[in-house]
């Protein structure tokens, strides 16, 4: 078991976050995003930035190798519908796309936006840590917390909408 500490400083023990997500075992902040056969995608449960979302396998698989057919094509759909409308309902120019092999979670890429605020960290991949860690200490407010579950659920709409 893993302690993980969640944007709300919460801690739960979990041997896997993403099956723990993508079972419905921890909820995230304002539910999911979107969801298929294969695929689960929710806001990021560790950093409260507006429209950071997760899109995770719901198989316990590490690699781009391990996926089906099946899988490929839904991922690349899902993963390119959520983009579209992050730039549609929520303004998002830009996003950085983040996965890993090693991650301590199964297979699941993080699609993090990129706003004027986050200038000052710096507009490369080494800034995005620093960025992360700023939202989880100094905009776990309110005020924050609520434009996140507004984007949630603008999201969540537009996707519906799209099907």
Request: hydrophobic content about 35%; glycine content about 4%; aromatic content about 10%.
């Given at each position: ?6 944007s ?18 921890v ?16 806001q ?13 396998s ?98 969540t709409n ?6």
């Amino acid at each position: 078991m893993r302690k993980i500490t969640l944007s709300n400083f919460k801690t739960i023990e979990v041997e896997c976050l993403s099956c723990a997500i993508t079972s419905g075992l921890v909820e995230p902040d304002g539910g999911v995003v979107v969801e298929t056969e294969h695929f689960h995608a929710h806001q990021d449960v560790a950093y409260p930035i507006k429209g950071l979302i997760i899109l995770a396998s719901k198989r316990h698989i590490y690699g781009f190798d391990e996926l089906t057919e099946e899988e490929k094509y839904n991922y690349i759909y899902l993963l390119t519908k959520i983009r579209k409308a992050q730039r549609e309902v929520l303004g998002i120019e830009h996003v950085y796309y983040f996965y890993n092999e090693d991650t301590t979670h199964h297979f699941h890429t993080w699609m993090v936006p990129r706003y004027e605020w986050m200038n000052e960290f710096g507009r490369s991949v080494e800034s995005v840590r620093p960025v992360l860690r700023h939202a989880r200490n100094e905009m776990n407010d309110g005020e924050n917390i609520k434009e996140v579950i507004e984007a949630i659920d603008m999201l969540t709409n537009a996707l519906r909408e799209e099907r």
